[in-house]
């Protein structure tokens, strides 16, 4: 994947995007980036990328003409119809230029997960009071926001996007069934039981990986993620629960669902409205409701 980001602040990716997955990622060739400052597009001895806004107002706004020209000299991208087109498609083109926008879609794991399957992406950090409109109407096939609140410009919700993105790509992550469980992903990995289970038909192999691959049974199906305990087993008087350590896997699959199911319920109860529940999920949630 080719990431391109257009900025005022060039400065403020050094060091943001070179450490972790992304930087492992940029040095096994996964993923490209370029930074390309708006500035040496701008006309003027001033460098003047901002002007106040017809009509009046407070505060000033991103000039049209240093974005449009920043695109046309990367080259490659596609015309803007195309790439609407193509969304949500297999075919044409795969990419898009994305305005960081306030405004904009709110950003989640589904649409990460969408961009993480694109060969292009460009990313437009806005400042100030915005960018001038025909930016959206024009060029950019997607606003994008990474929260309801007000950043001072789109370079931290391009740092976020690059993250988010970049760990879905296959091979950014060591343990890839690791991205399947997490919060907010709507998918399982389903192992079969004897594999899962150390089961002696499925022979030594599958019993020596029998711990990674009890993760990876769990996806969190919409939910938060269930709660991660390691070594030791006690901490200064604080336990780890018996369930995860008794070697009954069935039981640990109940506990660590029922916990997802808490931790939704009490942080983020909104996406139990909109998760794939099961007849077993309902019972669970019906049960924390009942103890609490």
Known sequence: MRVDILTIFPDFFRGTLDFGIVRRARETGLVEIGIHDLRNFTKDKHRTVDDRPFGGGEGMVLKPEPIFECIESIGGIAARSERLAAQGSAVAAKQSVILLSAQGQQLNQALASELSTLDRIVLICGRYEGVDERISEHLADREVSIGDYVLSGGELGAAVIVDTVTRLIPGAVGN?????????????????????????????????????????????????????????AEFRGMTVPEVLVNGNHDEIRKWRRKTALAKTLRNRPDLLERAPLSKEDQELLARIKGES
């Open 176 to 232: 890839e069934n690791s991205t399947r469980q997490e919060s907010f992903t709507s998918s399982a990995v389903v192992v079969p039981k004897a594999e899962f289970a150390g089961d002696s038909s499925a022979g030594e192999g599958a019993r020596a990986t029998q711990d990674s691959k009890a993760c990876s049974t769990c996806g969190s199906g919409g939910l938060l993620d269930y709660p991660h305990y390691t070594r030791p």
